[in-house]
């Protein structure tokens, strides 16, 4: 779903002419739709996260009921995927021929095909959100025949040559895969929202194992919980 200029200035609690400035000065994504902008939610996500934008969760209830209660939980789909320790490789396709190993890609696509899918992308195929922390095809999701989302956090040995706003290069890899565009922002939502908080940024410095690392995720998610309305459900 897209969201007028009203709706991505309330997902950042600024002034509508700050949007437009953003779109003109910093590369907000935006498209123009009978003379109005229009932005897609995963374009906003993606931009927030690379400029360290904080963002309102509740945007992302009432348009999707992303981080609700009976949303898509980040935790669990991390379980599903897993955590995977000193992946080496020297190139983002060599950690994701890593990554993605034992993960339920469907037979008709097949590993090489996917992997080709997330690294001839424009933007390279991985966006480096800071603090280490990457994300491969986060935007226009590739969506697979899987039975519910997973996500799998790399700890790499070595950091890819891709950096972030801080000009850390990369050395957390979260990889998703879902069986819908809803589920995949959903994901996206949630972790661009668990990623600003502080309890999940030293866990991942940490390099938690995924039992603790859940744990920590949960409770950041129960923050956002608590913040929402239920009359917007």
Known sequence: MELSLKQAAEVFDVPERTIVDWIRDDGL???LVSDQY???????????ATRRRAFKSEI???????????????????????????V??????????VALEGLPIPDSLGLDALLDLIVQRSDGGCIAVGNGVGIPHPRRPILLDVPGPHVRLCYL??????????????????????????????????????LQTESVQQALEQKLDLDPLCRVIRDAGRSFHEKTPASST
């Open 157 to 194: 040995r070595e950091p890819l040559d891709v950096t972030g706003p801080d000009g850390r290069g990369v050395d957390k890899l979260f990889v998703m895969l879902s069986p819908s565009t809803h589920e995949h922002l959903q994901l996206l939502a949630r972790l661009g929202a668990v």
């Open 88 to 97: 080496v490789g020297s190139s983002l396709r060599d950690c994701l021929s």
């Open 38 to 48: 229009r932005f897609h939610r995963a374009d906003l996500l993606e931009w927030a």
């Open 60 to 86: 992302y209830l009432r348009a999707n009921g992303d981080l609700t209660e009976s949303g898509t939980h980040l935790a669990d789909a991390l379980e599903h995927g897993g955590v995977l320790r000193d």
């Open 29 to 31: 994504p935006a498209e």
